[in-house]
């Protein structure tokens, strides 16, 4: 190709296909969830894979197809993640700029896998070199998989209902699988898209349009072709559709009470605030709202995050004056099990009992922060603690490294980590419900599809989520959660009771479908029967076998890369 050629070819530029590109991947996070924009993600990931194109064929330097490539994943942090900085600004643009950072790995793999192994290894690598990344972001320290591919079908469960077999990252790879479908259908030669003319080398873009009867002639090929892509969109979402029209809620029935106490966390929930509301006033608000929606049939009330929150030492709790009057309370309420939100305080007896995120002080010596979950099946039962296990990073969990780092920054929430818990809890059935078996699931970690389908393999009938949504203010961040528990209840087909400290309060059945749903930023509570299935999905009892394949398949792919490249460059030197 001429230099002419190289700077005169048709088409947008590299920067706007970057901008263009980040615009399409915003389309699952919308500020208000809407299945109208989800099919945009099918053509996402084009504009990446012509920029990168474009810029290979010019011979440009790494670092600017670098800057460009950054500047795609930035500007899509930034649009569906920016509500962060509500609960800290540090912290926001730090999940921002690092992520987007974090997402260029896959794709400088993808990279030099096509210059090592050629084109046709390098594209199909590319989205196994991506779902491999998404498995790697569920586990690790600084783990933010808000934008996981699959996740952004939150807004449309009735296209994917088949994520009981695949979870969410077959969501993923479903996306990968037709944008390459259509930028490999863009491709073919005299499409009106672009030109190109064949060489020793391959397809080269020119400047020299076909002629106009070669284009007339190559109107139905592409359109043919176009039909690959279009069958590869259609057929899932058939077969979804065909998956739901045939499902029926599974297991036996009880009414649940989910409460919203409606508690300003940045004004009232929390002490020093300029209008705090004192625990015992809250309290009287919580027990309040759950008598006014008792009816004799009720078997279950869930509290919202923290809703207990002072904190509460373990070793004492029975001793509380507010757990005796929780209990006070079930007394007069026979056959009611509550499950809460609780911050609590474990102590450790030394130094070598403590764990690795317990913190020390002269009066209390070692001891660890716990959000947690506590559950009274009745009002003698001991109380079961939960320890929410998947931390937001920044805020609930720091890197042993970055502790010193980030000491002097107010990331929203206290500094270093809290503690948790390595195995799911499933709280007991109450005596009067056998079938009644509760998984807690705190917050943000409704956003794990693999965390949450361990709780049915532990036993679990019902998703009881309790979360402080108020946290991110009136903004895309509390819709977006809402919309993830849908996700959640199609992979592991159970229904979900959802309590917000304020935000969004209901249910959500089996089908990931919103049954019920109180309004944001009032105090209310909401009543439902739930089903209680015991059967477990094909997802849950084998897991993310998408993710840990792609890990398998992505060092091989990297290893094969890595010594062909050496190996090469010995017989050439």
Known sequence: MSSTEKTS?????PAALAVLGGLLLCAGWMPWPTVLTVPLLFVAWVPYLLLERRLTLLGARKGRVFAHTYLMLLLWNALTTWWVSYASLPAGIAAVVLNALLMCLPLMAFRQTKKRLGYRWGYALLPVYWIAFEQLHLHWDITWPWLTLGNGFAAAPAWVQWYEYTGFLGGSAWVWAVNLLVFTTMLKPRSPLAFY????????????????????????????????????????????????ATYQEKGPTEEVVVVQPNFDPYVEKFEGGPKFIPYEEQLTRLLALSEQHLTPATKLIIWPETALEEPYWENTLESNPKIR??????????????????????????????????????????????????YFADASARVVLYHKSRLVPGVEKVPPLLVSLVSHIDLGGTVGSVGSQPERTVYPAPANAPALRVAPVICYESIYGDFVNEYPRNGATLLGLFTNDAWWHDSPGYRQLLSYGQLRC??????????????????????????????????????ATVHLNDEVTFYARYGELIGRGAQLLAVLGLLVAVVLGWTRKVSQG
């Open 9 to 13: 070819q048709p088409g947008l530029r």
């Open 197 to 244: 003319e064949r060489t020793a080398t391959g397809l080269v873009e020119t400047t020299t349009p076909a002629s106009p009867s070669g284009l007339a002639r190559s109107d139905v090929k592409v359109r043919s072709s176009f039909a690959l892509p279009v069958l590869a969109i259609v057929l899932p979402i058939g077969i979804s559709y065909l998956i739901g």
């Open 325 to 374: 009057r929780i209990r006070e309370w079930l007394t007069r309420h026979p056959g009611v099990a509550l499950l809460t939100g609780i911050t609590t305080l474990g102590s450790y007896p030394n130094k070598e009992a403590a764990s690795e995120t317990a913190r020390y002080r002269d009066d209390l010596g070692y001891y660890d922060f716990f959000n947690s979950g506590a």
């Open 490 to 527: 199609i992979e592991t087909r159970r229904d979900l009771a959802r309590s917000a400290n304020t935000g969004f309060t209901g249910f959500i059945n089996q089908k990931g479908e919103i049954t019920q749903r109180e309004p944001a930023w009032v105090p209310t509570a909401s009543r």
